[in-house]
Antibody, heavy 119, light 108 residues
Framework: QVQLQESGPGLVKPSETLSLTCAVS?????????WGWIRQPPGKGLEWIGS???????YYNPSLKSRVSISVDTSKNQFSLKVNSVTAADTAVYYC????????????WGQGTLVTVSS | EIMMTQSPATLSVSPGERATLSCRAS??????LAWYQQKPGQAPRLLIY???TRATGIPARFSGSGSGTEFTLTISSLQSEDFAVYYC??????????FGGGTKVEIK
């Protein structure tokens, strides 16, 4: 059974960098698939942030591209998200998820982690 | 960017009744559409992909239809566990992947 688990600080100060890691178990990242990050502000809908292929190729939402970086560490079977220069608008539950090969919907999701941007 | 619009925003339905949720794309996405269910405090769960194929373990009372720009998720007989928020997502043209704003199915 594929499982994903997000981890990282729950509180980040404005203008600083938000960093999260998604640990994958039950499947080897290096075997394929895209791996994505999605966020959900409190009481609002879902927003795709970006995705990474096991090779390291990345795809970002143009609305966030200038501030976002996604990387993969196949040796640790995990991938990571960084969002620079955060503001209160970046406060959200952040989810990591697996995307089906050759299609790009999300079949497995982490439980999500709330990140609050506040001084 | 393909915009996804869901309607209605809220749907009030009695248990045992049928629920019909709509999702419209700003341009054709062929059949590259997925539906997710999200309950409070939980991650979204994949229900439907390819516009009409149920994901593993999804009950037969959930069905999806449509292609191009108009899509429908139907829950044939609502059970108590089906009251949740439902999102559609297109994966035909990306980046970006885009979601609809969601439809909340509440108890009438």
């Amino acid at each position: 059974q594929v499982q994903l688990q997000e981890s990282g600080p729950g509180l980040v100060k404005p203008s600083e960098t938000l960093s999260l890691t998604c640990a994958v178990s039950g499947y080897s990242i290096s075997s394929g698939f895209h791996w994505g990050w999605i966020r959900q502000p409190p009481g609002k809908g879902l927003e795709w942030i970006g995705s990474i292929y096991h090779s390291g190729a990345t795809y970002y939402n143009p609305s966030l591209k200038s501030r976002v970086s996604i990387s993969v560490d196949t040796s640790k079977n995990q991938f990571s998200l960084k969002v620079n220069s955060v503001t209160a608008a970046d406060t959200a539950v952040y989810y990591c998820a697996r995307q089906i090969r050759a299609s790009y919907y999300f079949d497995y999701w982490g439980q999500g982690t709330l990140v609050t941007v506040s001084s | 960017e393909i915009m996804m619009t869901q309607s209605p925003a809220t749907l009030s339905v009695s248990p045992g009744e049928r629920a019909t949720l709509s999702c419209r794309a700003s341009q054709s996405v062929s059949s590259n559409l997925a539906w997710y269910q999200q309950k409070p405090g939980q991650a979204p769960r994949l229900l439907i992909y390819g516009a009409s194929t149920r994901a593993t373990g999804i009950p037969a009372r959930f069905s999806g239809s449509g292609s191009g720009t108009e899509f429908t998720l139907t829950i044939s007989s609502l059970q108590s566990e089906d009251f949740a928020v439902y999102y559609c997502q297109q994966y035909d043209s990306w980046p970006p992947l885009t979601f609809g704003g969601g439809t909340k199915v509440e108890i009438k």
